[in-house]
């Protein structure tokens, strides 16, 4: 498949954006059962309108900024080697492989972005499911635990399938970059 550079651009900002999004959501989602399961009684103040609009609005804007740097730090770069991405769509590893120009600085820019995204991500996540598994132990009912439960079995459904495939995806590039 043929794709010019322009749309390999678009594609990788698109793909940036809505993986950081995804991120940020799920850590969003994340607090959003926190308080429901940990505060059930002041939830409704809490989580108001206004509160749920300021925090879907952060880890959209959260995720802009990032996608915005993030290709334009890769998109800033010569390539003169092969035009061919060896990936089944623009991303940043292939795409690095055929820059021409030093690289280390926009890397070091770009992997920094990826980790405070991610890291900022798994530990709301891990955080909010800490108080929430302490919160489920605390009750006395099988019915009740596993109707707490139940409330963030989805979410943490989506936050496995997202993240697994993630690791999946670049360990597995990694893994096999190192290779012989």
């Known amino acids: 498949m043929v794709i010019s550079y322009?749309?390999?651009?678009?594609?990788?900002f698109f793909f940036t954006l809505y993986a950081s999004t995804e991120c940020f959501l799920?850590?969003?989602?994340?607090?959003?059962?926190?308080?429901?399961?940990?505060?059930?009684?002041l939830y409704a103040t809490a989580m108001t309108p206004q509160t749920r609009l300021w925090l879907v609005s952060g880890a959209y804007g959260g995720a802009l900024v990032n996608s915005v740097i993030r290709t334009g730090c890769t998109f800033s770069l010569s390539f003169c080697k092969s035009n061919r991405v060896?990936?089944?769509f623009c991303d940043l590893p292939p795409l690095l492989k055929l820059a021409c120009s030093e690289t280390k600085a926009r890397e070091q820019v770009i992997y920094l972005l990826a980790f405070f995204v991610i890291s900022t991500s798994v530990s709301v996540i891990l955080i909010s499911y800490s108080f929430i598994i302490r919160a489920i132990l605390k009750i006395r009912t099988a019915g009740g635990k596993a109707k707490t439960f139940s409330t963030c079995?989805?979410?943490?459904?989506?936050?496995?399938l997202f993240f697994g495939t993630l690791i999946f995806m670049y360990?597995?590039?990694?893994?096999?970059?190192?290779?012989?």
């Open 6 to 12: 322009e749309r390999c651009a678009t594609q990788f």
């Open 26 to 41: 799920l850590a969003v989602m994340a607090y959003d059962r926190y308080v429901a399961v940990c505060n059930p009684l």
């Open 86 to 88: 060896d990936f089944f």
């Open 153 to 160: 079995a989805s979410h943490m459904t989506a936050v496995a």
């Open 171 to 180: 360990l597995k590039a990694t893994w096999s970059q190192m290779r012989p």
